[in-house]
């Protein structure tokens, strides 16, 4: 079932949150940045609200954390905020010291989309045109959110319209499953199907490498509490105050986190080559549905191509060819 409710304007137009219910989820959905605000998971002690969310539109546009978003036209960052393509190149937004992340300034997660209910799918539709944050071609997406069950499924449909481009999408959702506004998200434990993860420069950039989790504080290929290496004297975490890092999927389902306090387990799974993993360092927010929210309070876990694969002709490639449309899925299930 899916209902709406009025949540505020932008530029003139109204913003609505769509809620999509079963007897195990409530899922809501704006679609100003076709961003997850809510997601309560039903238990037998009542309803947890596991993502976190902002009050208003104006709260989303002071954040830069890109809460619960679809972030595009490309997650994560583009060294030197450019590419070249066909011969080409390009320059886009500077958003992240001489980097472009999260598609610039003005990304997805700063854009009204278009609602329509189709049965059981709310389908949220943006086009992106030509040049878009300095982007090729004109970029038509869809994304389409369903509840079945105990399962949520966002779908990514994108064509390329005129001219070759690039897209790479992720759903930037903060996940606590203590609750949101619980404080301190590293009690979850998380596991991550991954033998090697991507060690990032200063910049944030990857080096190249491919390093084996194994012995390191990446390992997370058992269940793990998120804080227990997130303070070793490793020079990968203590740059990036933290895990921020990409980890190269091995395995399916891909993750999956649990809260021993609520006994919420969630699982992941994703058809995009990455999974980011980002344990909120620099969150520092007011406007918090349950108050400010502060550093550590979720984490992230971002299905994604690898971060400048537009430059890194090692990785697996988000090129879409004009006139061709391509989709990838987010899949996340609750268990309690
Ligand atoms: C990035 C972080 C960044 C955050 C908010 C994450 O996906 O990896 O470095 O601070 O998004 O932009």
Do not use: W
């Amino acid at each position: 079932m899916i209902s709406r409710r009025l949540f505020g304007a932008h530029n003139g137009r109204e913003v609505y949150l769509y809620t999509l219910s079963s007897d195990k989820l409530a899922v809501e959905v704006c679609d100003f940045g076709a961003a997850l605000r809510a997601l309560r998971v039903k238990t037998d002690n009542g309803e947890t609200d596991v993502c976190l969310g902002f009050n208003s539109v104006a709260d989303y546009l002071a954040s830069d954390s890109y809460c619960g978003a679809t972030v595009g036209r490309v997650a994560n960052r583009i060294g030197g905020g450019r590419f070249e393509l066909n011969g080409v190149e390009y320059s886009l937004d500077k958003n992240d010291g001489g980097n472009c992340n999260h598609g610039g300034f003005d990304g997805f997660d700063r854009r009204l989309f278009r609602a329509e209910v189709r049965g059981d799918v709310l389908a949220l539709y943006l086009s992106s045109p030509d040049g878009d944050r300095g982007f090729p071609g004109r970029l038509d997406l869809r994304v389409d959110f369903s509840v079945d069950g105990n399962k949520l499924k966002i779908t990514y449909t994108a064509s390329a319209i005129g001219a070759d481009t690039y897209f790479a999408p992720t759903c930037h959702a903060y996940f606590n499953l203590d609750g949101e506004g619980s404080g301190s998200a590293l009690g979850n434990v998380l596991k991550i199907a991954a033998e090697e993860f991507l060690p990032l420069t200063r910049a944030h950039l990857p080096t190249g490498e491919r390093r084996c989790v194994s012995g390191t504080a990446f390992d997370f290929r058992t269940d793990k509490p998120l804080g227990r290496d997130i303070g070793q004297s490793d020079s990968q975490l203590l740059e990036a105050d933290g895990y921020d890092h990409n980890f190269i999927i091995s395995a399916h389902p891909c993750a999956s986190a649990f809260s021993p306090r609520t006994g919420i387990r969630m699982e992941l799974d994703t058809d995009l080559p990455g999974l980011q993993l980002y344990t909120a360092n620099y969150l520092c927010a007011g406007g918090g549905k349950s108050g400010a929210y502060n550093a550590r309070d979720a984490f992230c876990l971002e299905p994604q191509y690898f971060p400048d694969a537009v430059n890194v002709p090692a990785f697996p490639s988000p090129l879409i060819k004009a006139g061709t449309t391509r989709s990838n899925f987010i899949l996340y299930t609750f268990f309690e």
